[in-house]
């Protein structure tokens, strides 16, 4: 049996999952339901969070010193749930102890700058820790069908896309960008930064974005929409060929075809895409990924996850944090 600790006892470690229903949203309830791995401790600093977490899944192991814990239970896998400007300094507590996991699955953001991106990659290949980032996409399998059907061509070039996102440029665009370098695998390059909101999030604006992808020059624009009001996070891509919009956190998918009428003009008509299965959990399929690495330890399984992967990613998060200074003057 492997084991797990979950460092941060907040919502996505296990409180996104009501005991209504049985879909898995949390770190917690993902690791409960694979039959290869324990949760040996909930760690917090608030020590409540802890143990109410620790109870709900009948661990009698809770704490507030993830590397006393650490070097107690020697877990092959870490969960790092905490607030995002904490990551930098738990991955690298954790590399730097004696007792290393194989694995830290880390939530997005991994971190907050490039210096502290360089430290964790050269410190995790240096102990063989593999480092993966709940990019949580990139465990949807609608999104891994729609990957396959982009490079099939099945939809033609990509024209445009419009964005909608909330909630900070860090915080929040980090999933619309690696969304996008997952689907299209192409460079992206920031042409514009035109305008911007602020946030709850300390240091992290919501920025209206004009990107540009390097060879199939489709551009693609993240208008920023103000949480006070409502979470909005939709893609709409414009293809040559066809329409697909992904509104309101994947809950609607809404796909157009191009044909031509009999004016021989050009219109869009409603058709059904199939992508997959209906409600797969991403935390879900992230810790099925987690599982069978421990159990094989083979490279290429977890390479999609992987911080190799999300270096283009974040190199395109600190870019835009950088233009973006202008606006805190
Ligand atoms: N992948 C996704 O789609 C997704 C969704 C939601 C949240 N997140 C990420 O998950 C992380 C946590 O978000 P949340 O909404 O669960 O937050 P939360 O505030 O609900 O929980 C965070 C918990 O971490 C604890 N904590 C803070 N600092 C700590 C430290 N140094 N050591 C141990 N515990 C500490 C807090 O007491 C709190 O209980 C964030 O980085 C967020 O960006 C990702």
């Known amino acids: 049996m492997f084991k797990a600790i979950i460092i941060g006892c907040g919502k996505i470690a296990g409180y ?165 370098l997952f689907l299209f695998n192409e460079n992206l390059f920031i042409r514009k930064i035109y305008g911007y909101m602020t946030t709850q999030y300390q240091n992290d604006l919501t920025l209206d974005v004009e990107l540009l992808f390097d060879k199939n020059k489709a551009k693609i624009y993240l208008h920023a929409f103000d949480e006070k009001y409502y979470q909005l996070f939709d893609f709409d891509f414009k293809f040559e060929k066809a329409r697909l919009k992904i509104e309101n956190f994947e809950n609607r998918y809404i796909f157009d075809e191009k044909f031509t009428n009999s004016k021989m003009e050009s219109e869009l008509i409603p058709r059904r895409l199939n992508l997959g299965k209906k409600n797969s959990s991403c935390i879900q399929n992230a810790i099925n990924v987690i599982s069978r690495y421990l159990k094989l330890k083979k490279a290429n399984l977890i390479k999609d996850y992987s911080i190799d992967e999300a270096k283009t990613v974040m190199n395109i998060i600190w870019k835009g944090e950088k233009y973006a200074s202008r606006f805190k003057k």
């Open 16 to 180: 996104f999952d009501s005991d209504l229903d049985s879909s898995v949203s949390s770190h917690a309830r993902a690791y409960d339901n694979v039959p290869n791995i324990d949760v040996v401790a909930f760690i917090d600093t608030d020590l409540d969070k802890a143990q109410k977490l620790a109870k709900i899944y009948n661990c009698d192991s809770y704490g507030n010193d993830y590397i006393s814990f650490i070097n107690k239970h020697r877990p092959d896998v870490v969960s790092v749930c905490t607030p995002d400007n904490t990551h930098f300094e738990i991955i690298n507590r954790m590399l730097i102890n004696k007792v290393t996991p194989s694995v830290i699955f880390v939530e997005k953001p991994i971190c907050s700058n490039s210096n502290e991106f360089n430290k964790i990659k050269l410190l995790s290949k240096r102990k063989n820790v593999a480092i993966l980032i709940n990019h949580s996409r990139r465990f949807n399998p609608k999104y891994i069908n729609l990957k396959k059907m982009i490079q099939r061509n099945v939809f033609g070039k990509l024209i445009r896309a419009d964005v909608f996102y909330y909630g900070g440029w860090k915080h929040n665009g980090v999933h619309v960008i690696d969304t996008l």
